[in-house]
């Protein structure tokens, strides 16, 4: 029997995070919920185009589905491949100037 | 002539450019197992959320999605999916980055839970494949959505000024611009042609001449020479400084691809219609029909090609071409200004009718070739009107040889700063550009943000949607398409009055960059960006942006105009061998190009990257 399509949100959650929750999520959760994860998301993405992260990991992947062949790779196979080089290759000024906006959000939302 | 494409009922699927696969059984067990409006429930969920206007899935706007096993919140190395069958929310990684908690749930609910949706992309996925899955139905739900949240938060000029995408032009201009014409790409030979005659064009010509009048004149590049004023003319000299230093238009007459001597003598024979070849004065002074049919505006660029670059620097008359422009401008009922870019436009047309007028046989459709004015300009924008109603989208594709911008208006909004900001990450000369959105300077990029943003047509413009079969409200966005090997961008600085009579100058500052990337403005980066990877319920078939190295574009001639509307004078800056010189009728000089980046632009001419350099490579001054 399938559940109900309109079910409420499932509150197993909150249930099982009884655990009082780490520093790190409190902050993730105050960045999701004052939508200023969301401005970094989009930050973000413009730099990481900008300084042409973006068309590199495309290359990769362009690469991989060339050897592969297109019908025999999924997203999960092309993240797969590239998270690792991704997140290496991220220059350090645009990490410092996402690490610099979320200090300053800290401290306006007086955490 | 636009090509009006509604694919409505198309059956080729396509992404982004791409025919698609098909759906995957678990997709298809979905489908068929709701078989009306599977994603109704979903449909409630989207969220279109500034910035940058992404769809996202969310029960409630201020829902923070956790995965219902672990609490994961996503973004990490997880991403978090929404199953559609129970809405319940997982975390999934792909193998080696930790464990998938929605691909666990699709296996132990045995079936029917397979496909999920990204919360955050709003993008589908099956979590048995592992894969992106698409699906029509539930792609234009969402493009619908973004398309109605686009409107909402445009800013409220854009609701009253309806379509303020191009000037109203004269109605005899515009329709001549809509004669049925095919762009141009040069094959690999011609663009190998183009590059390789374009090198001898170095400034060795006049080595043995030893009189220091030659010596100076040797130190400019070849070609600049000035053009008198033949009376209130710098409208037209402008525009011709700028088109004889066109790198592919200067490469056509100067390996003589228009010879006059040949065009002429054709023409009489037409003319005469007795096929002997030999002049006849009498026939061809006397009847007027025949002198205008003699009347070729391309002979009259080829003579002062040949003029201009010849040994001769002393400032050259274009009395010749005035009058054949005149001859052909004097048709155009509604010329009424001196204006320099209807003079272009006008002086376009003259070339491509003449051309078309000679043709004795239908030029192949395939291989898009036109006359020399429409090989280097036109390129093809388009358009797609969506209804607001049922998001219905009609798609047409107009050839154009230039783009007209509005300026933007006056700055003080930050929220509209913000939604231009997007599109220039491809564009270089960041810290210059970040600092004047700061500081509210117009800038070109931000005047073809808002050429190619969405835009709510006024209730006196509804259009009529085929599917609904009534009239109704629409969105439009406009495209690039196609780009031409030369882009000319013309900046709207005259306000016309609804009598059609200039009004008011606008002599607000423009920035413009010396390398622009058109890239973002392509109709694949624009919808792509837009809607994210979908299929799209309108024609989606565009060419890949980053696949086509044209879209890098360099600066090579700025026409300025300064002053009062009628007692205006235009100038021309040009950009030889990356050094400006400034054109001011007789007289040329060098300028810095400081001087060139303060001056107030009224038409900016941008040639493909590689034919800038090749153009320019080896005409260094010693
Ligand atoms: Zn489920
Ligand atoms: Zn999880
Ligand atoms: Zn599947
Ligand atoms: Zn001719
Ligand atoms: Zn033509
Ligand atoms: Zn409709």
């Known amino acids: 029997m399938r559940p109900s399509v309109n079910r409420p949100p499932t509150p197993d959650v909150q249930e099982n995070q009884e655990k009082e929750p780490t520093l790190q ?3 993730n959760i105050k960045l999701i919920e004052s939508g200023e994860k969301e401005r970094l998301m989009e930050l973000l993405r413009e730099r990481l185009v900008e300084c042409g992260w973006k068309d590199e990991m495309k290359a990769i992947c362009r690469a991989f589905i060339k050897k592969k062949g297109r019908n025999n790779v999924t997203v999960d196979d ?4 590239i998270t690792p080089k991704g997140r290496a290759s991220v220059p350090d000024s645009i990490k410092a100037e996402l690490l610099q906006r979320i200090r300053k959000f800290l401290v306006s939302a007086a955490l | 002539m636009s090509s009006k494409i509604n694919s409505n009922n198309n059956n080729n699927h396509r992404i982004n450019g791409q025919i698609s696969l098909q759906p995957c059984t678990h997709l298809a067990d979905f489908r068929s197992r709701h078989r009306s409006n599977p994603f109704r429930a979903l449909q409630d969920c989207l969220r279109i959320k500034p910035p940058g206007g992404r769809a996202a899935i969310r029960r409630d706007p201020s829902e923070v999605p956790l995965c219902g096993v672990c609490g994961d919140s996503g973004g990490g190395r997880t991403r978090l999916y929404a199953c559609v069958s129970c809405a319940a929310v997982h975390c999934h990684a792909p193998p080696g980055g930790g464990p998938s908690h929605a691909a666990a749930h699709a296996e132990s609910a045995r ?8 919360v955050d992309r709003a993008e589908l996925f099956c979590c048995a494949c592992r894969d992106q899955v698409y699906d029509r139905d539930f792609d234009s739900a969402v493009v619908l959505a973004q398309t109605a949240a686009s409107t909402l938060h445009a800013p409220p000029h854009s609701v009253t000024t309806p379509t303020t995408i191009r000037l109203p032009q004269p109605e005899n201009l515009r329709k001549r611009r809509r004669i049925d014409y095919r762009p141009w ?8 042609l183009m590059g390789s005659s374009s090198s001898p064009l170095n400034g060795t010509v006049s080595d043995s001449d030893s009189n220091s009048d030659s010596r100076s004149n040797d130190l400019l590049p070849w070609g600049l020479r000035g053009l008198n004023n033949l009376g209130n003319t710098c409208f037209m000299n402008s525009v011709l400084q700028a088109l004889l230093h066109t790198p592919p238009l200067r490469n056509y007459f100067l390996s003589d691809r228009h010879n006059r001597f040949y065009c002429q003598k054709k023409s009489n024979c037409n003319g005469n219609g007795n096929g002997d070849g030999i002049v006849n004065r009498r026939n061809a002074s006397n009847n007027e029909r025949n002198n205008n049919s003699r009347m070729c505006l391309a002979c009259d660029m080829d003579a002062m090609f040949s003029a201009v670059f010849s040994r001769d620097r002393k400032p050259y008359s274009p009395a010749k071409f005035l009058y054949s422009w005149w001859q052909h401008a004097a048709n155009l009922a509604s010329y009424e200004q001196q204006d320099a870019h209807e003079f272009f436009i006008s002086m376009l047309d003259g070339i491509h009718e003449k051309v078309e007028k000679e043709r004795r046989k239908p030029h192949s459709q395939g291989n898009g070739d036109c006359c020399i004015a429409h090989r280097v300009f036109s390129g093809i924008l388009r358009s797609d009107v969506m209804c607001m109603t049922c998001g219905f989208t009609s798609t047409t594709y107009d050839p154009c040889v230039d783009i007209s911008l509005d ?13 231009t900001k997007s599109n220039h990450a491809s564009n270089g000369e960041v810290d210059c550009l970040n600092s004047s959105q700061n500081s509210g300077i117009s800038t070109l990029m931000g005047c073809l943000d808002r050429f190619t943003r969405p835009e709510r047509l006024g209730t006196d ?3 009529f949607c085929q599917q609904c079969q009534v009239r109704q409200e629409s969105l439009k966005q406009m495209s690039i398409r196609k780009l031409p090997l030369v882009s000319c961008f013309h900046i709207k600085r005259f306000e016309h009055s609804s009598t059609r009579k200039m009004s008011r100058k606008v002599d607000r500052y423009l ?17 792509r960006r837009r809607f994210g990877n979908r299929i799209f319920p ?16 360099e600066l090579f001639a700025v026409v300025t105009h300064t002053g009062k509307l009628d007692a205006g004078h235009y100038v021309t800056y040009l950009r030889l061998s990356n050094q400006w010189y400034k054109c001011d009728d007789a007289w040329i000089t060098q300028v810095n190009e400081n001087i060139v980046r303060a001056a107030q632009g009224y038409m900016m001419f941008y040639v493909q990257k590689m034919l800038y350099y090749k153009a320019s490579e080896k005409q260094v001054a010693a």
């Open chain 2, 407 to 419: 300026l933007e208006p006056n700055q003080g909004g930050s929220a509209k700063m913000a939604s």
């Open chain 2, 461 to 463: 413009q509804k259009f």
């Open chain 2, 185 to 192: 790409t040069p094959d690999p030979r011609e663009r190998s």
């Open chain 2, 511 to 527: 920035q413009f960059p010396f390398s622009l990337d058109m890239a973002p403005y392509l109709s694949s980066s624009i919808l």
């Open chain 1, 78 to 81: 092309l993240v797969h491949v």
């Open chain 2, 538 to 553: 309108f024609d989606g078939d565009e060419p890949e942006a980053s696949n086509e190295l044209s879209s890098e574009f």
């Open chain 1, 25 to 27: 999520e409190t902050i």
């Open chain 2, 111 to 118: 079936g029917g839970h397979e496909i999920a949706v990204d």
